[in-house]
Structure formats: structure tokens, C-alpha cells
């Protein structure tokens, strides 16, 4: 009996093994050409989730995964391990060979590109001693990037990140002008039909977080968790990088233009739609419509009800406790701590909300309460976006990049960074003290003029007043080389004031205010909220726009010389 009923199980068993193999076809039949294959198939073609659909088939790729019987993470942990080891006792073909095994097990595996070619673009490199090694190994990770790309094709984070090492690894590092030149004479790694003017690592990395946008905005990939702010900022900026990068290699013609087109490539990111973080869409060119907006807003809000601002006002204050109202009267520069915390409570206690305000009037005058929550809550939802706008501009630092783009086109700038190229070489080559000393000082002649033509260069928020004071550091140097007094009627004290991060003008800027009274207030940060002035964003002082109008061509014989 038992026999028996063992031998019945067993059929039981076969036949339900043959039933199911049916259905099982049905839902895991591989697409081919002529049908769609099954269930399986067709969600994974639906939702893009097939290898042809991520990037490109490699057959070796998927040999090797097959290969492991189910023991692929195992094998992936174990090689992991082998990279780190050979990382540490330097054996770079070990390295390499064995990232071209981990490439093959984890083709889909974002991180892996991006941790390994971030270890042999900035870890590996720096290994060696000659920098033209150092310029290969960047080149390696580059290119690990890139193979990446191609098998996870659409791959916003892969594609940024490309961007980002092509400009800040090449045009950043430490040897940026040695691995420009190296990258752009590298035949190796340039296609053949690259015109040489393309031969850019800024262009490039323009190129890459462009096609990264393309991947969000076109074909509807996930942006993950990079800030969009950051992201669809990136473009413009290695533009403004390109622009900086040759007007520093003298080509001063040819940089204008690149300014004039990092400037409309600013001014469109500012019209661009930015997702916050808690939903709102965003333009961080929309400020000033906000402001105005708010302010028309609450022009209508409070006159519901007269002098109803001066009433919540001094009602709020009543409701403070005697500390508080102490905290509050107290000078800033005399509060303690604890005042400092109960004067920063009071403040926000005080505050004049739109609701607070909106509730006020709806005890003075009931019968205009609701048109006044409605206005109240526009008005609320309008500042909530102005402050959103605001926090995203800062982190882009949006309005000074913006004023770059438009005085680095200006005769005044492109003059005073021609000489001062002109006199960094003359001192360099030929150790001529007299002529580079009259270069710079005509320079900062002109500097002067732009800091008094756009004045929010001062703020500490932007590079330009640390880039000068290097500029005037190197000129000191200058004038110590040929036994030669700092003049004392030097243009740009101000700048020297506001930035001399190395402390090399301590003294004489003691001797300066001890002679001349109180220093000027350097600018307030807090001011870079504020919206530049319209005549001197738009660099149209009384003189008239004193904009340069680039050439068609750049002057090629300056490419030569630099």
C-alpha cells in the first residue's frame, strides 16, 4: 500500500511538472524576431528593462555570467577585493584586468562605473611622478566611463559624471595646463573627424551634461538623486569654464565669443523649469516677478484694513515676554548668548505673516475675512517661492555668474587681462621687471574701472576679487624683483582690503587706516539676494555698452604665441 501510494505521488508529481511547463512558457518565451516572446518579455520591452533596451549587448559579458551558475555576487565580491589589493601594492595591469573582468559581471551597475573610474582618474594617477603618466591614467578613467556609457546608454548619472571628470579633472587639477595640451594633441583618444577646435575638455564635458539632459528631458529617464539645480546648471558652466580656461591661454578674441555664449546659455538655465525638492516648479530667472508679485500681494492684503500692519505689530509685541522684549531693544553687538537665542524667538514671534495678517483683519472687518485668506494664501504660496528661488540661486551663486558673463565682455575686462597675460610672460621669459611692472599697472588701471562700473564684484560670494588679488600678489613680486616701492596710489586698495586671504598687505593696510580713518564696509554677502542693478547687469554704463564685439575667427596668430 505504501509502494503504492509513494508511486501515485510520484505521477501526481510528473503530471503537475508537465501542466506547469505550459504556463511557465507562456510567461518566460524569449522575444525573437518574429514574436514578442512572452509575459516576461513583453514587460521587460514595455518598462525598458532588457540589455538591448539599457546599452549595448556584449556577448562575452553575458558568456561570463552564465558561467558563474548563480555565483555571480560572490565572484563580484571576490574580484572587489582583488582590485583593492592591487590597487595597494600598485600592480596597474592586475588592476586593469581585473576591472575589465568586474565591467564584464556588473554591466548594469551604475556605481561600479563611476567608483572605479573615479579611482583611476583621481586615485591611480596621482600614483606617479611624471605627468605625462598621471595625464594617461586619467585618460584610462575617462574612457572607463565611457565604456560605461555604452552598455547603460541612457544613463543620466553616468553621462554627468563623464561632464564632470572631463572638466574638472582635466581643467581643475593642479597640472591643468600640461593636461589640456596633452588632451588636446591626445590622437589616441579623439576621433579623426574632431575638428581641433573641438579638442576641448571643457566642450566635451559641455557635450556630456548635455546628452545627460537630453536622457531626462527627451527619453524620460530618472535624474535619481542628483539636485536638479546642480544638473541642468552644468552645461552653461563648463561653457563659462571653456571661456576662462582660453582667455588664460591668451586667446582673448576667441573667449569673448565663448562669453557671449555662456551668457545666453545663463540666461536660458535661469527660464528653465526646476523641479524643488518639496515640488514647486521653479525659474531662478523669475525673481524679480516674484518680488513684485509678493509686493502687490501684500499691497492688497493689508489695505482690507487700515494701519493694520502697525496694530498686529504692536498687539504681537505685547505678547512677548520681558526677556524677549530686552533681547529685542538690545544692541546686537552688546546681547549674550541667551539673548542672542530669545532675540531670534521674539523675531520670529513677531513676524508679520499674511495669515497673521489675514486674521486681524477678519476681526476688524468681518465681511472682507474671506477675500482677504484668499489673498493671504496667494501671497503665502508667492513668498514661499520667492524663498525657494533664493536658496537655489545661492546654490548656483546665479547672479554673479550671471554679471560675469556680461563684464568679461567688456573693453575694460579683456584689456586688463591681455596685459596682465602679456606682463606675466615678459617677466616669466625675458625677466623684464620695467615692462611688466608699466603691463600691470595699466591692467588694474582698467580693473579699477570695471569694479566701479559693476561694484557687486566685491562681494565675496564671486572669484573675480580673488583672481585680481593673485594678480596683484604676482605683481608685488614683480616690483620686489626689480627693488621697486608698492605705490602708494595703487587703483585697487579696496580689492586688497577685501581680499588679501594670504595676509601679505597687513601691514600697510594698518599703516593705510591709521593715516586715513575707518576702513569702507566690505560688501554685506546678504546683498547677493539683491537684484543687481539694471544698468550695470545689462554693461551699459553712460559710456554706452562697452561690450566687445568679438571676430568671427579668433586671432590665431595669439593661439601660437600662447
Not at 370 to 397: G, H, I, M, P, S
Not at 464 to 481: N, Q, S
Not at 519 to 527: K, N, Q, R, V, Y
Request: aromatic share 10%; glycine share 6%.
Amino acid at each position: 500500500m505504501n509502494q503504492r501510494s509513494s508511486f501515485l505521488r510520484k505521477v501526481a508529481y510528473g503530471v503537475a511538472i508537465a501542466v506547469l511547463l505550459f504556463p511557465l512558457s507562456l510567461l518566460s518565451a524569449p522575444a525573437t524576431v518574429d514574436s514578442p516572446g512572452g509575459t516576461l518579455a513583453q514587460l521587460k520591452d514595455e518598462n525598458e528593462l532588457s540589455q538591448a533596451d539599457l546599452g549595448e549587448i556584449d556577448p562575452a559579458s553575458e558568456t561570463i555570467k552564465l558561467a558563474t551558475l548563480g555565483l555571480r555576487g560572490l565572484a563580484v565580491n571576490l574580484l572587489w577585493d582583488r582590485a583593492v589589493h592591487f590597487k595597494k601594492v600598485e600592480d596597474w595591469t592586475n588592476l586593469t584586468a581585473t576591472l575589465e573582468q568586474l565591467a564584464k559581471l556588473q554591466p548594469n551597475f551604475i556605481t561600479f562605473w563611476k567608483y572605479q573610474s573615479w579611482n583611476l582618474s583621481y586615485n591611480v594617477s596621482v600614483e606617479f611622478d611624471d605627468y605625462r603618466d598621471r595625464y594617461y591614467w586619467v585618460r584610462r578613467g575617462i574612457e572607463f566611463l565611457e565604456e560605461g556609457t555604452e552598455y547603460n546608454r541612457d544613463s543620466p548619472e553616468l553621462l554627468w559624471e563623464l561632464g564632470w571628470v572631463l572638466g574638472q579633472k582635466i581643467g581643475r587639477s593642479d597640472e591643468k595646463e600640461q593636461y589640456r595640451r596633452l588632451f588636446k594633441a591626445d590622437d589616441e583618444y579623439h576621433p579623426e573627424d574632431r575638428p581641433p577646435r573641438q579638442r576641448d575638455n571643457w566642450l566635451l564635458s559641455k557635450d556630456a551634461h548635455l546628452e545627460a539632459i537630453a536622457a531626462v528631458d527627451q527619453r524620460g529617464k530618472s535624474l535619481g538623486k542628483k539636485s536638479p539645480n546642480i544638473f541642468y546648471a552644468s552645461p552653461a558652466k563648463s561653457q563659462m569654464n571653456y571661456a576662462e580656461a582660453i582667455e588664460n591661454e591668451g586667446l582673448f578674441e576667441r573667449a569673448v565669443a565663448a562669453w557671449r555664449v555662456a551668457e545666453d546659455e545663463w540666461v536660458d538655465f535661469g527660464q528653465t523649469p526646476i523641479q524643488h525638492s518639496t515640488g514647486p516648479i521653479l525659474r531662478l530667472g523669475e525673481e524679480e516677478q516674484l518680488e513684485e508679485k509678493a509686493a502687490e500681494l501684500r499691497e492688497v492684503l493689508v489695505g482690507f484694513a487700515e494701519d493694520v500692519e502697525s496694530m498686529l505689530q504692536e498687539e504681537l509685541r505685547q505678547q512677548l515676554t520681558e526677556e524677549q522684549r530686552e533681547a529685542l531693544d538690545t544692541p546686537i553687538g552688546e546681547r549674550t548668548g541667551d539673548q542672542m537665542q530669545l532675540a531670534f524667538e521674539a523675531q520670529e514671534l513677531i513676524k508679520l505673516t499674511p495669515t497673521k495678517i489675514a486674521e486681524k483683519i477678519e476681526q476688524i472687518d468681518p465681511s472682507v475675512a474671506r477675500e482677504a485668506k484668499q489673498v493671504a494664501a496667494d501671497l503665502a504660496e508667492t513668498e514661499k517661492l520667492l524663498r525657494f528661488t533664493r536658496n537655489y540661486k545661492d546654490t548656483t551663486n546665479y547672479d554673479y555668474w550671471k554679471l560675469r558673463t556680461v563684464f568679461e565682455q567688456t573693453k575694460e575686462a579683456v584689456t586688463a587681462r591681455e596685459k596682465i597675460f602679456r606682463a606675466k610672460r615678459l617677466f616669466r621669459e625675458q625677466t623684464d621687471t620695467e615692462g611688466a611692472k608699466e603691463l600691470y599697472e595699466e591692467a588694474f588701471e582698467q580693473w579699477a574701472q570695471v569694479f566701479e562700473k559693476f561694484p557687486e564684484l566685491k562681494d565675496p560670494s564671486g572669484t573675480t576679487g580673488d583672481d585680481v588679488m593673485y594678480d596683484i600678489y604676482d605683481y608685488k613680486k614683480v616690483l620686489e624683483a626689480g627693488d621697486y616701492p608698492f605705490p602708494d596710489d595703487f587703483p585697487l586698495w579696496e580689492i586688497i582690503e577685501y581680499f588679501d586671504s594670504e595676509q601679505e598687505f597687513a601691514t600697510e593696510l594698518k599703516e593705510r587706516a591709521a593715516g586715513q580713518g575707518p576702513s569702507p564696509t566690505p560688501a554685506d554677502p546678504a546683498d547677493a539676494n539683491l537684484p543687481p542693478d539694471p544698468e550695470a547687469a545689462a554693461g551699459t554704463p553712460e559710456g554706452g555698452d562697452s561690450r566687445v564685439s568679438p571676430e568671427p575667427e579668433a586671432d590665431e596668430s595669439q593661439e601660437d604665441a600662447s
